[in-house]
């Protein structure tokens, strides 16, 4: 069995798609529904079972793990940059990763967890994924400080031969839609066109990056959910792996791929940043591809146009569920 945390979530509930292409039910979804809509995300999906996130932890920290497991696909966390409750997610995000991962290794069980761009901070110590770098990086959020912290204990505790780490660069496709304010500035865009016409876009606050003109790294999920089904293929690829396109592009040139997807003409409003995300703000990001490239991983991510298109075509859907 193949357990997906955040299984009903953006890129899990992705990658359960992704399974089910390939022939393959016996999955364990473990996520926290709530009160939320991601059950949406599961109603075309197969799957064995559903357990909250609390009960699955407590299965494994008390040794009742009563099904057989082969891979654990860790990707589930509070995603939020603007989270500020730093107890929560020093619990959520790095203590559950760390008791997951020790058991997962205990039990000789494949273990494949998300990292983040994130980590990065604010890029002055540049993108590359080589162990040296990552024990130097600063991240500028406490989100990023959380994936930082596990990313840091899998190099100090001599896991990283033993487990796989994705840092996922700016993430955009089909079954975002419930992350609030954390959804992706396609969706955001799609939305506000439909709306207005308009596409609203934060003012550059450092000279030279011009207003819209900031860069970062757009990934398609299902480019990302590619790349975690090679590394479940993979046992033998272990380390902490960048994940983007490797080509930095601008807002300007992601808000004209969503209105050229809608055959209209841009049309950008550029608004005043909130003060209290300015210092935390990345103007730029780029995945550097080598160490994942030179460990074998064989497919390119789509460009950035192409993969904007297909988004629209699942947000223009009646039922925009992948």
Not at 44 to 63: A, C, E, I, P, Q
Request: proline share 3%; charged share 25%.
């Amino acid at each position: 069995m193949i357990v997906v945390t955040g299984g009903a979530g953006f890129i899990g509930s992705v990658l359960v798609a992704k399974l089910n292409a390939e022939g393959i039910d016996d999955i364990m979804i473990v996520d926290d529904l709530a009160a939320s809509e991601k059950w949406k995300n599961l109603v075309k999906r197969r799957y064995v079972d559903y357990l909250h996130k609390s009960v699955f932890l407590n299965m494994v920290d008390t040794g009742r793990v009563h099904f057989p497991v082969e891979a654990v696909v860790h990707m589930g966390a509070c995603s939020s940059t603007t989270e500020r409750d730093a107890n929560y997610l020093m619990e959520n995000n790095f203590h559950y990763t760390c008791l997951l991962a020790q058991w997962a290794l205990e039990k000789g069980v494949r273990f494949i967890y998300a990292s983040s761009a994130a980590t990065y901070g604010d890029g002055m110590r540049g993108f590359a994924d080589d162990d040296e770098t990552t024990l130097r990086l600063r991240p500028i959020n406490l989100y990023g400080y959380s994936k930082q912290l596990f990313d840091l204990r899998v190099l100090r505790e001599g896991m990283a031969d033993r487990v796989a780490g994705i840092k996922f660069f700016n993430v955009f496709g089909p079954n975002e839609y419930h992350k609030g304010d954390m959804t992706s500035v396609v969706f955001k865009a799609f939305h506000q066109i439909r709306e207005t016409g308009r596409v609203r876009l934060f003012k550059s606050y450092r000279p030279e990056y011009p207003d819209g003109g900031q860069r970062r790294d757009f990934v398609y999920v299902k480019d990302c959910v590619q790349a975690i089904w090679w590394l479940l293929n993979h046992r033998e690829v272990n380390g902490i792996f960048n994940f983007g396109t490797g080509l930095a592009r601008t807002w300007n040139d992601l808000i004209r791929a969503v209105f050229a997807a809608m055959n209209l003409a841009p049309a950008i409003d550029y608004i005043e940043m909130p003060e209290a995300i300015r210092g935390q703000y990345q103007y730029f990001t780029e995945a550097k591809m080598d160490k994942l490239r030179s460990a074998g991983y064989p497919v390119s991510s789509g460009a950035l146009e192409e993969t904007v298109a297909d988004y629209v075509r699942f947000l223009s859907d009646p039922d925009p569920y992948l």
